[in-house]
């Protein structure tokens, strides 16, 4: 009886795939899910993005049970925020373009207020991610997995994109007269804006965890299945959050008044940040021996 019992488990021994005795995996992975740019700011509405990861991994196995991860991947984050916005602040109207001075002998110091009626933006971003994940496995042809660490993103492009209605009108604080004519070239009257604005953002550091099943297919091929959650810990922007400039909507530029620097809620913001949580699957190599 005790040779039988033997006899089976060794059968059950040489049955298992022995995909977690390889030294060396190598594996593509892909992930879709929500992929957002979080920012907060007082009185507008937020709207979290999907978006999606890929990327080609690389695993080492110290031990039957436990690898180090690495790679190169890319995310790509992107969100949307909408508001009813209007400010007023203080300005110069530019001697060679001003509607005021080139009629009134005036020193052009302006007050210049807009109104955002549907106001919307949607900022986006792509990075390559480069993640350093400690991951421990089970022993099985349905193992499961779990991996944490973290990942580096270097932002590759980012822009966004503001769109809505947008009036605007000035007072001459010299001589005391409004502005309120529809008077395009000067920077006054109404406008459909769409515009998109080219993006500057710092490395990301993020916190990244993934857990779920791996399915040994084969002695060498394996599938992955998951889900993984990525939290960025520092401040993507670069804009200066202390420039009184930086969260106007809208800045009034004197000498080409007709063209205006379209800014974004999320420079008012304390921090942004990406966040992402989805489903993954990736599929693995395994070479040589542990």
């Given at each position: ?42 009185s507008s509405d937020h709207k979290n993005g999907t978006g999606a990861q890929a990327g080609l991994g690389y695993n080492f196995y110290f031990a039957p049970n436990w690898s180090v991860r690495t ?177 106007r909507l809208i800045n009034y530029q004197p000498k080409t008044p007709g063209e205006f620097i379209y800014g ?27």
């Open positions: 009886m005790k040779q039988k019992i033997i006899l089976l488990l060794l059968a059950l021994c040489f049955s298992l795939p022995s995909m977690a005795q390889h030294r060396h995996e190598i594996s593509i992975a892909g992930g879709f899910g929500l992929s957002s740019l979080q920012y907060g700011v007082i790679g190169v991947g890319l995310g790509f984050f992107n969100a949307k925020t909408t508001l009813g916005s209007t400010d007023t602040y203080k300005t110069v109207e530019n001697q060679s373009h001003s509607y005021i001075t080139s009629t009134i002998n005036g020193n052009g110091d302006l007050r210049f207020t807009y109104e955002y009626t549907g106001y919307e933006e949607k900022p986006s971003a792509t990075l390559l991610t480069i993640p350093v994940m400690l991951q421990f496995e089970t022993i099985g042809s349905k193992a499961f997995y779990f991996a944490v660490g973290g990942k580096i993103g270097i932002p590759l492009s980012a822009q966004y994109k503001t769109s809505g209605q947008l009036k605007t009108t000035g007072y001459n604080l010299e001589l005391e007269v409004p502005i309120n004519d529809n008077l395009p070239d000067y920077g006054f009257g109404t406008y459909d804006v769409n515009h998109t604005t080219d993006w500057d953002l710092n490395l990301s550091v993020q916190l990244s965890v993934e857990a779920g099943v791996k399915w040994h297919l084969t002695d060498k091929l394996n599938l992955y299945s998951g889900v993984y959650f990525d939290y960025g810990l520092n401040d993507l922007n670069k804009n200066n959050n202390d420039d009184p400039t930086a969260f974004g809620i999320f420079n008012g913001s304390d921090k942004l940040y990406p966040v992402a949580l989805g489903i993954t699957v990736r599929l693995s190599f395994g070479l040589g021996s542990l």
